[in-house]
């Protein structure tokens, strides 16, 4: 069975880190580009961050670029990402997604939700002091 488990999400104060994990089970995730992705009460679901399946190429929104950086461990079959100066506009469930890459587009990620086939359950990050 194909799973993708998040962890690492609490409560911060604004400025403050956390790095959330994302543990894949059933599968590995040598073939799969990865997502994250976060979901706001209210608002729609948008892109974080990606990295592609090779690992050489990841993307960020430009609101996250320079606070966030997403990485895999090929060994553990997992999903990091660090977020760092984190903001109250920054609290929401994360999830962590992933989609299948052929070998032509091992370079390649995107941040667009409806592009991933499987999805974690999401963990709170809520940002407040």
């Known amino acids: 069975q194909l799973q993708l488990v998040e962890s690492g999400g609490g409560l911060v104060q604004p400025g403050g880190s956390l790095r959330l994990s994302c543990q894949a089970s059933?599968?590995?995730?040598?073939?799969?580009?990865i997502g994250w992705f976060r979901q706001a009460p209210g608002k729609e679901r948008e892109g974080v961050s990606c990295?592609?399946?090779?690992?050489?190429?990841?993307n960020y929104p430009d609101s996250m670029k320079g606070r966030f950086t997403i990485s895999r461990d090929y060994g553990k079959n997992a999903i990091y990402l660090e977020m760092n100066s984190l903001k109250p506009e920054d609290t929401a469930i994360y999830y962590c997604?992933?989609?299948?890459?052929?070998?032509?587009?091992?370079?390649?990620?995107?941040?667009?939700?409806?592009?991933?086939?499987?999805w974690g359950q999401g963990t709170q990050v809520t940002v407040s002091s």
């Open positions: 059933g599968f590995t995730l040598d073939y799969y580009a």
């Open positions: 997604a992933a989609r299948v890459m052929g070998t032509s587009f091992q370079n390649i990620c995107g941040l667009r939700p409806y592009e991933y086939a499987y």
């Open positions: 990295i592609s399946r090779s690992g050489s190429a990841t």
